[in-house]
């Protein structure tokens, strides 16, 4: 039988069509993960990191590497804890890989290390059949939760701050500009309080202004979503506690982490002042620079010569630091590769 003229077979033309869709978000999606990974490596400091690493013990760095995949793992629990409440079967494993995924984008977004949310979405609604709008009730609920733990311990390192007097108690200006930051981190806990008490903040400002834009589907998606986390608090309220119970596990392991990192570098600190310094750490990354570049380095040169430390001291910390997370979103942008093959299917 002639194959050439088989009515099943395909037609060169209608293949070459079905395949340019593919072939072009396979082309555009390696074009941003090789811009991302070029915008975090231009100016990576590999070799003062590599002379950083180079002065710690190797059993120095394996407790340090338990301790992040420890710290890992828990933020992927609390996620966990929120998904699974309504999803038993939800395996615990690929939400790791997604969230190290989700990372790996987030690392490099300007701003306070969000942007990979959509890959969490899509990877729930793709490999475990939730649909879109549980999906994104599940990451709001986990941003939430996230926010809300990182607020307690921002608000408890700005105490600690003024404790070690790296924030002056003299200066009225230094203390005033807490006030607004101290009513923003309050923005999580109001939110959640709200959500639980059947109010949707985020819904009652895009209601009025969706039909501006004509109603996109995203507004409608994050709307339902909202609704969808409000119930989800009020019927699941113990997976809430125990994902905020991660949350602070979470914390409590990068404090202790960030403990070890002064004191294998000569710094010992006491626990007001290793507070203190991973705040500055967490600002560092609320503003608008991808990856917190150059912030992070100040911060911490900042935080160990107000604690009476060299120089040289907060500038291994910051490169410390900057090796562990270049590692976990290196790893996490090569994870979030996998995202062309399902596309592809």
């Not at 500009?177 to 400002?205: D, F």
């Not at 150059?294 to 010569?305: D, F, K, N």
Request: no cysteine.
């Amino acid at each position: 039988m002639n194959t050439a003229s088989s009515p099943l077979s395909p037609v060169p033309g209608e293949l070459m069509v079905s395949d340019k869709p593919k072939y072009l978000r396979t082309v555009l999606i390696y074009t941003v993960l090789i811009t991302l990974l070029y915008l975090a490596l231009r100016n990576a400091p590999f070799i003062d990191i590599w002379n950083t690493l180079s002065q710690l013990h190797l059993w120095q760095i394996g407790l340090l590497f338990i301790l992040n995949s420890g710290v890992i793992f828990a933020i992927t629990a609390r996620w966990w804890m929120i998904v699974r409440a309504d999803n038993p079967s939800i395996p615990f494993l690929p939400l790791v890989r997604y969230r190290l995924s989700t990372f790996g984008i987030s690392y490099f977004t300007p701003g306070p290390q969000v942007g990979g949310e959509p890959l969490q979405i899509y990877n729930l609604q793709k490999n475990h059949g939730i649909s879109f709008a549980r999906a994104t009730s599940a990451v709001i609920m986990d941003k939430l939760i996230e926010f809300l733990g990182n607020s307690i311990l921002i608000m408890a390192g700005l105490t600690a701050a003024i404790q070690v007097g790296m924030i002056s108690t003299n200066g009225n200006f230094a203390l005033g500009s807490l006030i607004p930051l101290a009513a923003i981190l309050t923005i999580p806990l109001l939110h959640l309080t709200m959500l639980y008490h059947g109010r949707y903040p985020l819904s009652s400002i895009l209601r009025p202004i969706a039909p501006l834009f004509g109603n996109p589907a995203w507004m409608r998606l994050i709307i339902v979503s909202e609704r969808m986390a409000a119930s989800f608090t009020r019927r699941r309220l113990s997976a809430v506690l125990g994902a905020f119970f991660f949350s602070l596990l979470a914390l409590a392991g990068t404090l202790l982490e960030y403990s070890l990192m002064t004191s294998f570098l000569g710094a010992h600190l006491s626990f007001a002042q290793n507070l203190a310094g991973l705040t500055s750490v967490m600002l560092a990354f609320v503003l608008p620079l991808p990856g917190g570049l150059g912030a992070l380095e100040a911060s911490q040169v900042y935080a160990l010569t107000s604690m009476g430390y060299a120089p040289a001291i907060g500038i291994s910390l910051s490169l410390l630091i900057r090796s562990r997370d270049l590692m976990n979103a290196g790893l996490g942008l090569l994870l979030a590769g996998k995202l062309i093959r399902h596309l592809n299917r």
